[in-house]
């Protein structure tokens, strides 16, 4: 357990110096609620004239929405560290070799902590508010506290296998030599099959299929589902099993990627 | 306007010295409006239809504002980075220059990678033209362009009356994004979906409802009376255009150097 402090050490400076950005998280926010309010219009006007039974209803979509926009920071894979890249792209990386800790470990602690803070910042007026609303827009609650606990678990395993899959843009990096494209690339896909685009319950099943393949979904559609009751108990235990599952392979993948990149990485000059 | 193009060679120059980056921005910017018209394309299918609004109908609106978007992102990029212009200091640079600051603003940043985003929007729209049954004649051609010019203008307004506020706040702030990204992602539908003070505020404040709702039903043919009212209104977001403009002159005079 020793060989954890320096991680934690790391994780502890990195939220405490996110959460100096008090005055940009207030814009997320806002910025947050319209989006919010936005894409529950939208869905409202869906469902208002549609005759068959949806595989989700209404309620649990609005809770969803308002989940995925309060939990932005733990689900978006273009939260991104600039720091890292350009230690990439610069060739400071060379000054990274010379700490004596693991550089993926150090590297996960501090993405880990950045996507916390702005999340602790950000997720409690809005899932604040979110509950309080009109009728029509409100959030609701979880069925049990049973359901709730499980939430809780698959939203943090959900945050350590984003970050897992995060770390795989930063080694992408270090091939394409473009943040910018590589994040891009990587965020688009990995929004699309999370459901962050359309709902993953929505979707025609033949696609729900290819998602259910991939790790994306775990990072945001299932915790969220799970809080509604959408996912009965007995299922969350089960995905909660696959995410750890997941979070495991993604690691050491990643593990194995950033050492052999590292083997080739060219020093960018000085 | 010569100057203005001898901008462009340059950084088009410079930004293909990096080509596997322009090629990977361009693939990405291609694919961030594929996804959202794949998620539309997933949700129709579902749904059929969202207040009385079939997919392709809905398809010409989102092309429509993606293609506007994309090429107000190409050409007033200079706008939207702004910020880092004035908080360098390195605006005083563009002051002392014989030029107007406005163009040389304009001219500072180009995106090429755009190309991915505009030729995405163009196929779409070519679809769902393709499928949708008017029976075509210059005026609606003309209606169409406009569309697409008047949501330029209204995204080169909202750049730029971002950028004026960068002169007072030095950063750049986030919140204008919903005007931005939130105009374009709310505007891909028409905008009767909406409730009403979303409606009212976009269409007489921000015009967006100008591009996107009232021209279209004049294109669809589902304008009743006043038919040449509804084809004219796109012109309202040209109109958009000149207080930003002024607001822009306004700060500039009111601009005062960080000193760094």
């Known amino acids: 357990m020793k060989s954890m402090k320096p991680y934690i050490a790391v994780l502890r400076l990195r939220l405490l110096n996110g959460m100096q950005y008090r005055a940009a998280a207030f814009a997320g926010v806002a910025t947050q609620f319209f989006w919010g309010f936005i894409y529950v219009m939208i869905f409202q006007a869906f469902y208002a004239q549609s005759q068959t039974n949806q595989p989700i209803s209404l309620e649990e979509l609005v809770t969803y929405l308002w989940l995925q926009q309060s939990f932005l920071a733990f ?9 890292l890249f350009d230690l990439i792209t610069s060739g400071n990386i060379a000054y990274e070799w010379c700490r004596p800790i ?27 508010i979110a509950c309080l609303l009109p009728q029509a827009y409100r959030m609701t609650l979880p069925p049990t506290i049973q359901t709730f606990l499980l939430f809780c678990i698959a939203l943090i395993l959900g945050l350590l296998v984003l970050v897992a899959i995060s770390m795989f843009i930063y080694i992408s990096v270090f091939i394409t030599l473009s943040p910018m494209g590589s994040l891009l690339v990587f965020g688009v896909i990995g929004e699309f099959f999370a459901g962050m685009v359309v709902p993953v319950p929505l979707m025609p099943s033949w696609l729900q299929k290819i998602v259910y393949i991939m790790p994306f979904h775990l990072t945001a559609d299932f915790p969220f589902r799970v809080y509604s009751g959408h996912i009965p108990n007995g299922d969350a235990i089960q995905g909660i099993v696959i995410q750890l599952l997941w979070l495991i392979v993604l690691v050491v993948l990643g593990k194995v990627a950033f050492s052999q990149v590292m083997k080739k990485v060219i020093v960018q000059g000085g | 306007m010569k100057l203005y193009f001898n901008y462009l060679i340059l950084l088009f120059k410079s930004q293909m010295q990096y080509k596997t980056s322009f090629w990977l921005l361009s693939i990405g910017q291609f694919l ?14 579902r749904f059929g239809q969202i207040k009385g609004w079939d997919f392709y109908e809905v398809a010409l609106c989102f092309a429509i504002i993606h293609m506007a978007f994309a090429l107000s992102e190409c050409f007033a990029r200079g706008f939207d980075n702004f910020s880092s212009l004035v908080a360098s200091g390195n605006f005083d640079r563009l002051l002392v ?14 995106e090429f990678t755009r190309v991915g985003r505009l030729l995405q929007s163009v196929i779409v729209l070519g679809w769902a033209v ?28 909202i750049f730029i009356l971002a950028a004026t506020l960068c002169f007072w706040t ?11 990204d939130g105009g374009r992602e709310m505007a891909q539908y028409p905008l009767n979906i909406y409730q009403k003070w979303v409606t009212r505020f976009f269409t007489f404040v921000i015009p967006f409802g100008s591009v996107n709702y009232l021209p279209l039903l004049f294109l669809l043919g589902r304008a009743r009376e006043h038919e040449i009212l509804y084809m004219l209104t796109p012109l309202m977001g040209i109109v958009f255009l000149i207080p930003c403009l002024l607001v822009w002159l306004f700060g500039v005079r009111h601009y005062q150097s960080t000193g760094s």
């Open chain 1, 102 to 128: 693991g550089i993926y470990e150090f590297w996960y602690s501090k993405l880990l902590a950045q996507r916390l803070s702005s999340a602790l910042l950000r997720c409690f007026p809005i899932l604040f």
């Open chain 2, 130 to 157: 393709n499928n949708l049954s008017i029976d075509w004649n210059l005026i609606k051609l003309v209606t169409l362009l406009l569309m697409i010019l008047s949501g330029v203008c209204i995204f080169t307004g």
């Open chain 2, 32 to 45: 961030v409006p594929f996804s959202a018209f794949a998620g539309l394309y997933f949700l129709f299918e």
């Open chain 2, 170 to 180: 030095i950063q750049g702030l986030e919140i204008v994004n919903i005007f931005t």
């Open chain 1, 75 to 83: 689900i978006m894979l273009w939260f991104r560290d600039n720091e």
């Open chain 2, 97 to 110: 220059r014989p030029r107007t600051t406005f163009i040389q603003v304009l001219g500072s940043k180009f």
